[in-house]
């Protein structure tokens, strides 16, 4: 069956950077598009980012465009978000989406 397993969560300050993984199996991860999408305290879920299936396309939130970057490694069947510049008002859950299927997510937390 379809698995998403994210890492890479954490604690950083604001300005600093994490890099999210996701390791996904169960599919044909290279014909599919994938996404990132969050969910901060007390809030619904909000979509950041999303890439096509090979890399051709890469569409992101206004409140990331310029300091995330999504990419993937097709032939380790691995999504990755690279966040920098972080904000406070990153902190959330995030998590990586195959249509409507999601993982466990993995904590971010930007406090200074």
């Known amino acids: 069956q379809v698995q998403l397993v994210e890492s890479g969560g954490g604690l950083s300050q604001p300005g600093g950077s994490l890099r999210l993984s996701c390791a996904a199996s169960g599919f044909t991860f290279s014909r599919s598009a994938m996404s990132w999408v969050r969910q901060a305290p007390g809030k619904g879920l909000e979509w950041v980012s999303s890439i096509g ?29 690279q966040m920098n510049s972080l904000k406070p008002e990153d902190t959330a859950v995030y998590y990586c989406t195959y249509g409507s299927t999601r993982g466990q997510g993995t904590q971010v937390t930007v406090s200074s």
């Open 53 to 81: 299936s090979f890399a051709s396309t890469t569409t992101y939130a206004d409140s990331v465009k310029g300091r995330f970057m999504i990419s993937r490694d097709n032939a380790k069947n691995m999504l990755y978000l």
